[in-house]
Each structure stands twice: as C-alpha cells, then as structure tokens.
C-alpha cells in the first residue's frame, strides 16, 4: 500500500531565510509522481511542485526546489527567500504514472513565516 | 480559463439526511476526482470518474455515491448523514488519467453535520 508520511507538523521560517520541509513515502511500484501542495486559509490546493520519479534532475520551480532521493524514498521540500504569502499547509501526496489517478497525501505541515 | 467550481461553498445538514454536491470541471477536463479532507483522517480519496464511468473508488461506505454527465461535471451524494461526515469536500479535474496529468482543485464544500 502507498503510504505518505510528513514528520514535521509545523514548522516556521523568517522572512527571506530558508526551510525545508520533510517528506517520506512507501512503495513497491517503480514509476510515479511525486507533488507538493500548498493549502492556504483560501483552503484551494495549488501544486507547487511535481517530480516525476523517473526523472534523476530534481524539479526547481522559482524558490522552490525538491531534493528527490528515490532509493531512500524521500521528497523534501526547501523554499528559499521565505514570503509573507507562503505561510500555508504544505501537503505531500503520491501517485501512481499510469491507471489509477488518485493521490494520497500526507497530513500536511504547517508552516508559518515569521515578518 | 475557469478554474474548478464547487458549491455550494458552505453546507449545514441534519444527521440522517442526505447531500449532493456538485463540481464542474475545467473546461476540457474529462476526470473528475473528490476527496474528503477531515483534522482526523487528513486527506482521502473517495472516487474518481473519467467520460462518465467511475474508474477508481476509495474506501468508503456506500452511502457516498457519485456520478458524472456528459459535460463533465459532477456530483457526489452522501445518505444518512453522520457527525463524522463533516468534513471539507475536495474536487479536482485532470484532462484524463495518464502521464503527467496535472489536478486542480476546487475551493471546495465546507459540510457541518449536526
């Protein structure tokens, strides 16, 4: 069973400083997705980063950066330059690359960003 | 481009009655996911409809049905509702399983059972 684990309830960062939020995930298929949303007071998930697990390079998208390591099946997150507005829940989730199109996700990390 | 529509916004119900909910997807989009999103349990797959036909179904009780209609949208119903049904209800279209289909969601149906 595909299971998504987020260790870290919360956490918090300065404005403009750096954090990482941590994310581990259990399988036995060898192709998938792996994602980060991010869930503001709005509650609308926005995705804020996609790696494909087929993929060595690790995704980049502006601040934001994964650091893959398949064989530990590990996804962490790290947002450089901390905004006011990124101060969200941050949701790990998993999905299979082809059939079933659901995700699972992990219960999320709170993070807050300190002015 | 609209983005993922759900309403209602806000839903306050009695226990034992029974619910639909509705969301229209992305223009285009054939797949249509729901997910339930509680303090407790967190995130859960419900079910999945792509071209009208469920495809993929999470580990609920058959009192949580769906369906979807020719022009994508879609609507899931709850019967015999219960306290723990309360919950944040999550849509999300994807143009269609495969590679690299991405999920945008709804803002989604705040339901308080009482």
């Known amino acids: 069973a595909q299971t998504v684990t987020q260790s870290q309830p919360e956490m918090s960062v300065q404005e403009a400083e750096t954090v990482t939020l941590s994310c581990t995930y259990d399988?036995?298929?060898?192709?998938?997705?792996l994602f980060w949303y991010k869930q503001p007071p709005s509650r609308q998930m926005i995705l804020v980063i996609r790696?494909?697990?087929?993929?060595?390079q690790n995704a980049t998208e502006n601040r934001f950066s994964v650091n893959f390591q398949k064989a530990a099946k590990s996804f962490s997150l790290k947002i450089s330059d901390s905004q006011l507005g990124d101060a969200a829940m941050y949701f790990c989730?998993?999905?299979?690359?082809?059939?079933?199109?659901?995700?699972?996700f992990g219960t999320g990390t709170r993070l807050t960003v300190i002015p | 481009k609209a983005g993922v529509t759900q309403t209602p916004r806000y839903l306050i119900k009695t226990r034992g009655q029974q619910v639909t909910l509705s969301c229209s997807p992305i223009?285009?989009?054939?797949?249509v996911s729901w997910y339930q999103q509680t303090p407790g349990q967190g995130l859960q797959f419900l079910f999945e409809?792509?071209?009208?036909?469920?495809?993929n179904k999470g580990n609920f009780p058959g009192r949580f049905s769906g369906r979807q209609f020719s022009n994508s949208r879609s609507e899931m119903n709850v019967s015999t509702l219960e306290l723990g049904d309360s919950a944040l209800y999550l849509c999300?279209?994807?143009?269609?399983?495969?590679?690299?289909?991405?999920?945008?969601f709804g803002q989604g149906t705040r339901l308080t059972v009482v």
């Open positions: 999300a279209s994807s143009s269609g399983p495969g590679l690299g289909t991405e999920a945008f």
């Open positions: 399988t036995s298929e060898s192709d998938y997705y």
């Open positions: 790696q494909e697990a087929y993929k060595q």
């Open positions: 409809y792509f071209s009208e036909t469920q495809r």
């Open positions: 989730a998993y999905r299979v690359l082809s059939g079933a199109n659901n995700l699972f």
């Open positions: 223009s285009g989009h054939r797949s």
